[in-house]
């Protein structure tokens, strides 16, 4: 079984918090980040979708001193630096800056590892170059930053250099399941024994011109542009797509005995982890669900319990026609009669779509349902869907003792992850 592995830190980026107390005092109350959005220069018209779940006014400096580096950095970097600063204060541990690192004391930097999940990286870099280069016939204007600051891999990298990790370190792009699969991961390796701290969840910054473009050109954006904040509505008869959302989600997961021995405050456990692929579509989820059925009952497995066991469900719950019935069908597949007497949310009614950072945050709200004995709601739940009959806690959070608990993300091109948590008992 190799070590048992725990959550000991947490770092939100969303619309509606950034920390986690204010993030989950909003969720609490449900209130929703979803607002008009726009792009300097771009005719909106174009777009159909006109609503999206934005940070606005994040202003990196008010949280770490980045330098010169910081006119370098992409969005997604920015959001995975500051949010990795959060999580590692909240953890516990002395940071000392230097002038360019940030060191974390007492700890030996081969034994702390980075871990992360983003889907597009900082696309807002690609998109400018990209730009300049056609305006100009060339690549005369464009920046030498842009290359080694744009791709996936320096969402990771930053977060390494920044905070001097120099244990495993990459990024997991498994579209909207990346967060969960790099926790997954990271449980796995800790397990294994190779680090003591493993930096995981992530970040994504995908609300840019061309990225926003692609997915309202596709239809998979919902177009309640009067009504901002009822457009994400998981579960609801009258979704019409999902809304995207930005930020991230990072946790600092820990060896057991590593986390005793500094004396650590421990959130939760982690159990358990299941992932498969639907082998089915690039953007439609396999109708029956059935790879998504056997993520579940790996992760079941690997935790060593059974559905009964399951006291809440945290679902990726997008509000779309076809993943909320999907998800639901294969919920009550794996979990049998057990499904109906478990309440089921959807974070993303609130706080919109963070793509590859999506599991990141949805994690830590998981966390705070067994942490707190509260399951905020799904807001926006006013018709029922005859394809969604489950308890998706509606508009109101609920007070429910939480000891086991499971997260779910399901990405473009069938991925499926599965986490399970639970409340620590030494």
């Known amino acids: 079984m190799g070590h048992r592995v725990v959550v000991t830190g947490m770092g939100p980026i969303t619309s509606i918090g950034i920390g986690t107390e204010p993030l989950w005092r909003n969720l609490l109350a449900g209130v929703s980040g979803v607002k008009g959005v726009s792009f300097p220069d771009v005719d909106m018209d174009q777009y159909r979708t006109q609503v999206a779940a934005s940070v606005d006014d994040f202003d990196p400096s008010r949280y770490i001193d980045l330098g010169k580096e910081r006119k370098y950095?992409?969005?997604?970097?920015?959001?995975?630096?500051?949010?990795?600063k959060l999580a590692l204060e909240d953890a516990g541990f002395t940071l000392t800056h230097g002038?360019?690192?940030?060191?974390?004391?007492?700890?030996?930097?081969?034994?702390?590892?980075?871990?992360?999940?983003?889907?597009?990286?900082?696309?807002?870099?690609?998109?400018?170059?990209?730009?300049?280069?056609?305006?100009?016939n060339g690549p005369k204007r464009g920046s030498p930053h842009t290359l080694p600051y744009y791709p996936?891999?320096?969402?990771?990298?930053?977060?390494?250099?920044?905070?001097?990790?120099?244990?495993?370190?990459?990024?997991?792009?498994?579209?909207?399941?990346?967060?969960?699969?790099a926790i997954g991961n990271s449980l796995r390796h800790l397990r294994n024994g190779w680090e003591d701290i493993i930096i995981t969840g992530g970040a994504d910054a995908a609300i840019t011109p061309v990225t926003f473009g692609?997915?309202?050109?596709?239809?998979?954006?919902?177009?309640?542009?009067?009504?901002?904040?009822?457009?994400?509505?998981?579960?609801?008869?009258?979704?019409?797509?999902?809304?995207?959302g930005e930020g991230a989600g990072i946790l600092i997961l820990?060896?057991?005995?590593?986390?005793?021995?500094?004396?650590?405050?421990?959130?939760?456990?982690?159990?358990?982890?299941?992932?498969?692929?639907?082998?089915?579509?690039?953007?439609?989820?396999?109708?029956?669900?059935?790879?998504?059925?056997?993520?579940?009952?790996?992760?079941?497995?690997?935790?060593?319990?059974?559905?009964?066991?399951?006291?809440?469900?945290?679902?990726?719950?997008?509000?779309?026609?076809?993943?909320?019935?999907?998800?639901?069908?294969?919920?009550?597949?794996?979990?049998?009669?057990?499904?109906?007497?478990?309440?089921?949310?959807?974070?993303?009614?609130?706080?919109?779509?963070?793509l590859g950072a999506a599991g990141g945050v949805e994690t830590i709200a998981t966390i705070m349902s067994i942490r707190e004995g509260l399951i905020h709601p799904t807001i926006n739940y006013e018709f029922p869907d005859p394809e969604c009959d489950l308890d998706y806690v509606p508009n109101t959070m609920r007070e429910t003792p939480v000891t086991t608990a499971m997260s779910t993300s399901l990405g473009f091109g069938g991925f499926n992850s599965v986490l399970i948590?639970?409340?620590?008992?030494?």
């Open 214 to 244: 692609g997915f309202s050109v596709m239809r998979a954006m919902s177009t309640r542009n009067d009504q901002p904040e009822r457009a994400s509505r998981p579960f609801d008869r009258e979704r019409d797509g999902f809304v995207m």
């Open 152 to 181: 996936l891999s320096a969402v990771s990298a930053t977060v390494a250099i920044r905070f001097n990790c120099q244990g495993i370190n990459y990024v997991i792009p498994t579209a909207c399941s990346s967060a969960s699969q």
């Open 421 to 426: 948590l639970r409340k620590y008992e030494g």
């Open 99 to 136: 002038k360019r690192q940030i060191t974390i004391d007492g700890i030996d930097p081969s034994k702390i590892g980075v871990i992360l999940g983003a889907a597009g990286g900082n696309l807002e870099l690609l998109e400018d170059a990209f730009r300049l280069f056609i305006e100009d």
């Open 254 to 354: 820990e060896k057991l005995d590593h986390a005793l021995k500094r004396n650590a405050s421990i959130y939760a456990e982690v159990i358990g982890f299941g992932m498969t692929d639907d082998a089915y579509h690039i953007t439609v989820p396999e109708p029956q669900g059935r790879a998504f059925v056997k993520a579940i009952d790996m992760a079941l497995h690997e935790a060593g319990i059974k559905p009964e066991d399951i006291d809440y469900i945290n679902a990726h719950g997008t509000s779309t026609r076809l993943n909320d019935p999907i998800e639901t069908q294969a919920i009550k597949a794996a979990l049998g009669k057990r499904a109906y007497e478990i309440p089921v949310n959807s974070t993303k009614s609130m706080i919109g779509h963070l």
């Open 73 to 84: 950095l992409g969005r997604s970097s920015l959001f995975a630096v500051v949010a990795t």
